[in-house]
């Protein structure tokens, strides 16, 4: 139970003793009155905002940081990817020239693919970044509440 209630409910008690005194219990149920007035618009206040709120970053949660969670798995993948070419061409044996040749060549494709995922790893990151600031405080203040 919240502050404003148990206060609501305080009062209540209080008006008891003072049965005898109309004027003092007409003060406090209009007093009473209007705290549970404040407290129902304060729920439907909390609650619009709560939606309002969780509908934004839900929605930013499942597009954007989707996508960068992919492009971090991609960027996982590759790297490991590239530790076993890494690893293929250091143990190729120099006197075989042609499997020399094509673990050299498996490193090189897979140096570059591991270069681009980087970048594009980054990008996402930075878009992310980049769209967080406005997408978290866009839900602060829904324009639909805003009075002129």
Not at 29 to 54: C, G, P, V, W
Not at 92 to 104: D, F, I, L, N
Not at 110 to 115: K, P
Request: charged share 20%.
């Amino acid at each position: 139970m919240d502050y404003l209630s148990q206060f609501t409910n305080s009062l209540w008690d209080l008006s008891s003793y003072f049965r005898d005194v109309a004027d003092v219990v007409v003060c406090l149920n209009k007093l009473i009155h209007a705290l549970q007035e404040m407290n129902k618009f304060h729920s439907i206040y909390l609650d619009q905002a709560s939606r309002t709120i969780l509908k934004n970053l839900m929605s930013f949660i499942k597009g954007v940081i989707k996508g960068v969670r992919e492009s971090h798995h991609y960027f996982e993948k590759i790297s490991v990817d590239l530790d076993g070419a890494l690893s293929r061409n250091s143990q190729a044996p120099r006197s075989r020239h042609t499997e020399a040749e094509e673990a050299q060549n498996l490193l090189c494709a897979t140096r570059s693919c591991f270069r681009h995922t980087a970048l594009d790893h980054v990008y996402c990151l930075s878009a992310l970044q980049a769209k967080k600031k406005p997408e978290v405080l866009g839900t602060a203040i829904p324009s639909s509440w805003i009075c002129s």
